[in-house]
């Protein structure tokens, strides 16, 4: 009689999931055009405060900073002053290191990149079936195939003004996220009933650590790859093209994993047309050597040291995350994908504890339960 009433109760929610999932089809089919423009619109408000977010947590120590040690209880003006501080490393930032980065960029696009193109055509010349493919791809990315295309002037224009809308609200939302946390964050809790608001605070406070911990981390890696490929770059022997080559391996560590070998593509291929590089010829392998020791000392060594234990995924869970959330939200996904992934797995183990503590007795019932026995 009570598997009968399980096979019932399994099959009522069973009958319940596909149900809901026909539900969101039907929903999907009817209301497509409204669904994805609902996304975008989404998408467009969270982009720019998802990198908001980012940058808050990376100024929260400074802002604890003149909170606690120089004792500035004013909120106003130490975002003033956070501000103002942004502003002038910015500044010194573009004038120096950024415009080194964008002049070297210039010059590989204009002086390296043919010889590139050249040395990869050179290549698959000399293999037949690459050089079919080759041929294929040429044909098919030409100019006047590209032009022939549909060119939707509207996506172009959305585009646009979502690039201009995410540079006007990112500084919008960091003010009001530095200056009014603490209202966000009672905002938030005072919309659950009382009986489960001290459960929404824990774990806002577990979730906050856990956003912390990640952006603050990955901040310093990114940081970290960023100066010591350029290092490894200039050792190597490519000279002036260093700090961009090294500025691409940083930047693109912002995805685990994936990122850096992205990045590694360009020095790789430049490596192929510069015969003065350390190593000659096997130059090439040297940088794919270099790239996955670091991403090995890295992911074993230097993240377990900066970041949290809530922030240490496995590489599939990681990976998984990206694909996910990056399909469904694009940049903002990519952004935000390992920091969701972190606080649904803080989430599980809260409720697991919360679920242990139940099983346990406690010291009066132990008490109560001696005196029974007794």
């Not at 010194?92 to 990869?120: C, H, K, M």
């Not at 603050?216 to 700090?243: C, D, H, Y």
């Not at 183990?349 to 919360?354: D, N, Q, V």
Request: charged residues 20%.
């Amino acid at each position: 009689m009570a598997d009968m009433e399980r096979r019932k109760k399994w099959l009522i929610n069973l009958g319940v999931v596909a149900l809901s999932l026909v539900i969101l089809f039907l929903f999907r089919m009817i209301f497509e055009a409204f669904v994805e423009r609902f996304i975008k619109a989404f998408v467009a408000i969270v982009l720019p405060f998802s990198i908001a977010l980012f940058l808050s947590y990376l100024l929260a120590p400074l802002f604890r900073l003149l909170e606690r040690r120089l004792k500035l209880k004013n909120r106003l003006l130490n975002t003033a002053i956070v501000f103002s501080i942004v502003g002038v490393v910015l500044f010194f930032f573009g004038r120096f290191a950024g415009t080194l980065i964008y002049t070297q960029a210039v010059s590989f696009i204009e002086n390296d990149w043919p010889r590139v193109l050249s040395a990869i055509t050179d290549f698959v010349s000399r293999h037949e079936f690459l050089d079919e493919i080759f041929k294929r791809l040429q044909e098919i990315l030409t100019v006047e195939n590209i032009i022939a295309r549909d060119f939707d002037l509207f996506s172009v224009f959305e585009s646009a003004t979502t690039v201009v809308i995410t540079i006007v609200l990112v500084p919008v939302f960091l003010f009001f996220i530095l200056n009014d946390r603490h209202r966000i964050y009672e905002g938030i809790v005072i919309v659950f009933p009382k009986k489960v608001r001290h459960h929404v605070i824990e774990l806002t406070k577990r979730a906050n650590r856990v956003i912390e911990e990640y952006f603050n981390g990955r901040f310093l890696t990114m940081f970290v790859m960023a100066i010591v490929f350029t290092i490894v770059f200039f050792i190597l022997g490519f000279r002036e093209r260093s700090p961009l080559f090294g500025f691409m391996l940083g930047f693109f560590d912002i995805v685990p994993y994936v990122g850096p070998f992205i990045a590694m593509v360009l020095p790789v291929l430049y490596s192929l047309t510069d015969d003065t590089l350390l190593f000659g010829e096997y130059a090439p392998i040297a940088i794919m050597i270099t790239v996955v020791v670091g991403q090995m000392i890295q992911n074993n060594v230097a993240q377990p040291l900066i970041m949290g234990k809530e922030t240490k995924l496995h590489p599939l869970l990681v990976l998984s995350a990206f694909v996910f959330f990056g399909y469904l939200f694009g940049v903002v996904g990519i952004i935000l994908a390992i920091p969701i992934t972190g606080m649904i797995r803080t989430t599980s183990r809260y409720i697991k504890e919360l679920h242990e503590e139940k099983l346990q007795l406690n010291e009066e019932e132990q008490k109560r339960l001696r005196e029974d026995i007794k």
